[in-house]
Nanobody
Framework: QVQVVESGGGLVQPGGSLRLSCAAS????????VGWYRQAPGKQRELVAA???????NYADSVKGRFTISRDNAKNTVYLQMNSLKPEDTAVYYC???????????WGQGTQVTVSS
């Protein structure tokens, strides 16, 4: 079992920055990937960024060049640095941890990000 806890959301003005944190605990030795997803009201949940096998990363086209995903293995934490935020980035952001080559999947409770003036 893996526990996933997100933090760092909040209200920010357009053009501002936030850093989200995803802390994982439990049976994480076989972590395959960690991804950040978001879901805006009335929309489907979408992948924002992910780290796969601890090395390769991928990003949604809408956030390339603005968001950066990184990890601190010592802290079992993955970060999402979000710069140049836009109102359309407003959503609940969720962290997803996959283990056992992606067979098992664990979600956090989500953290709200609101970009508004």
């Amino acid at each position: 079992q893996v526990q996933v806890v997100e933090s760092g959301g909040g209200l920010v003005q357009p053009g501002g920055s936030l850093r989200l944190s995803c802390a994982a605990s439990g049976s994480i030795s076989s972590t395959y990937s960690v991804g950040w997803y978001r879901q805006a009201p009335g929309k489907q949940r979408e992948l924002v960024a992910a780290i796969i096998s601890g090395a390769s990363t991928n990003y949604a086209d809408s956030v390339k060049g603005r968001f950066t995903i990184s990890r601190d293995n010592a802290k079992n934490t993955v970060y999402l640095q979000m710069n140049s935020l836009k109102p359309e980035d407003t959503a609940v952001y969720y962290c997803n941890v996959k283990t056992n080559y992606g067979i098992l999947s664990y979600w956090g409770q989500g953290t709200q990000v609101t970009v508004s003036s």
